[in-house]
């Protein structure tokens, strides 16, 4: 099946840095998303973007719907302890119902 | 809090059992996911129900069998599973299917296969 790449794998970071993570595809996605994974829970939808171009905003969180519609990325500004998880790109292809997912990027926030 | 539930959020069971998980939304949508997720690989999707009919089977081995008697609720029934059955499984939801409908995703239920 489809397979996303998701980079980096993980992050180590201090607090207040900007954080730049990305996914690629090689076919075409119709929609992307970026979901957050806390031990011990479900994934958490972040962001969603639906058009090629596309460049959304949630708080500190940007991330944008690639033009050639396989890659996007998300930005994280000014990090903060609470933003340490694992942080998942998903895609949908045309006439799929569910969701492809990326390996995730590991976010470690060093005080 | 998402609005999906998931019970039980631990599970060990040995492989000539017979256990369910259970998932329940609250959000009022019409499709409803099984998706695994293995340690360092992605989440696979495994099943796709809407408006109580399967949509998608991923080639889900039969010894997972999924039940979904209404659009609230959905049941993963396991039967003599192997121990790389062992996993965190997650319900979602959405309000439709395809498109851009967003899944909504519950807490997960911890399984090991001894």
């Known amino acids: 099946g489809q397979q996303l790449n998701q980079s980096p794998q993980s992050m180590f970071i201090q607090e207040g840095e900007d954080v730049s993570m990305n996914c690629t595809s090689s076919?075409?996605?119709?929609?992307w998303l970026w979901y957050k994974q806390e031990p011990g829970e479900g994934p958490v939808l972040l962001i969603a973007l639906y058009k090629a171009g596309e460049l959304t905003s949630n708080g500190r969180l940007t991330a944008q719907f690639g033009i050639t519609r396989k890659d996007s990325f998300l930005n994280i500004s000014a990090s903060i302890p609470s933003d340490v998880g694992i942080y998942f790109c998903a895609g949908r292809e045309g006439g799929a119902d569910g969701l492809t997912f990326g390996k995730g990027t590991h976010l470690i926030i060093q005080p | 809090e998402t609005g999906v539930t998931q019970t039980p959020r631990h599970l060990v069971m040995g492989m000539t059992n017979k256990k369910s998980l259970k998932c329940e939304q609250h959000l009022g949508h019409n499709a409803m996911y099984w998706y695994k997720q293995s340690a360092k690989k992605p989440l696979e999707l495994m099943f796709v129900y809407n408006f109580k009919e399967q949509t998608e089977n991923n080639s889900v081995p039969s010894r997972f069998s999924p039940e979904c008697p209404n659009s609230s609720h959905l049941f993963l029934h396991l039967h003599t599973l192997q121990p790389e059955d062992s996993a965190l499984y997650l319900c979602?939801?959405?309000?439709?299917?395809?498109?851009?409908?967003?899944?909504?995703f519950g807490p997960g239920t911890r399984l090991t296969v001894t």
């Open positions: 979602a939801s959405s309000q439709g299917v395809g498109g851009s409908y967003e899944q909504y």
């Open positions: 076919s075409i996605f119709n929609t």
